[in-house]
T-cell receptor, first 111, second 114 residues
């Protein structure tokens, strides 16, 4: 079945350093969504990318969707302690037509 | 605007028992999806309800069942609980069943099966 893979699984950075997480799908995606889950919290929707090669920015966060619509990335510039959490990508697909989540990248930021 | 609410927050059950989890969707949302999130993993799709009917199901056995009510709230029922059912159960509502509808998650129910 369709799989969505994320790397790295964990990332430890010093505050002020940049951070990038990568997402890859085994099949072409119609869109990709990104969510953030704070420790002890629930996933919160960040953004959706739909078009091939699309790039969107939210302040220090930059999201990209690959040309083939099979991969995506999230880049955070100059991390802050408030960026701590697990970042999930999710692609729409599967035989049930549901949102398939990756395993996430857990970001920790050392002040 | 009221967000997604789930109850109970925590639950401890014994293997073999049955459990019912509840979810109230965000106002204006007619679709509810249920996800299971094991520790350190991403959410796994259980099923989705739209207009009171199951509208897609993940790889979960039939002992996982659900309901959606006319007010769009929903229940997740799990029979014959197993130790591996211990997880965070997340309910998410959306404004539609389509692929361009972001999910709005509740805080989840932490189920522990002993």
């Amino acid at each position: 079945g369709q799989q969505v893979m994320q790397i790295p699984q964990y990332q430890h950075v010093q505050e002020g350093e940049d951070f990038t997480t990568y997402c890859n799908s085994s099949t072409t995606l119609s869109n990709i969504q990104w969510y953030k889950q704070r420790p002890g919290g629930h996933p919160v929707f960040l953004i959706q990318l739909v078009k091939s090669g699309e790039v969107k920015k939210q302040k220090r966060l930059t999201f990209q969707f690959g040309e083939a619509k099979k991969n995506s990335s999230l880049h955070i510039t100059a991390t802050q302690t408030t960026d701590v959490g697990t970042y999930f990508c999710a692609g729409w697909g599967g035989s049930q037509g549901n949102l398939i989540f990756g395993k996430g990248t857990k970001l920790s930021v050392k002040p | 605007e009221t967000g997604v609410t789930q109850s109970p927050t925590h639950l401890i059950k014994t293997r073999g028992q049955q459990v019912t989890l509840r979810c109230s969707s965000q106002s204006g949302h007619n679709t509810v999806s249920w996800y299971q999130q094991a520790l350190g993993q991403g959410p796994q799709f259980i099923f989705q309800y739209y207009r009171e009917e199951e509208n897609g199901r993940g790889n979960f056995p039939p002992r996982f069942s659900g309901l959606q009510f006319p007010n769009y709230s929903s229940e997740l029922n799990v029979n014959a609980l197993e130790l591996d059912d211990s997880a965070l159960y997340l309910c998410a509502s959306s404004a539609g069943q389509g692929r361009n509808s972001p999910l709005h998650f509740g805080n989840g129910t932490r189920l522990t099966v002993t």
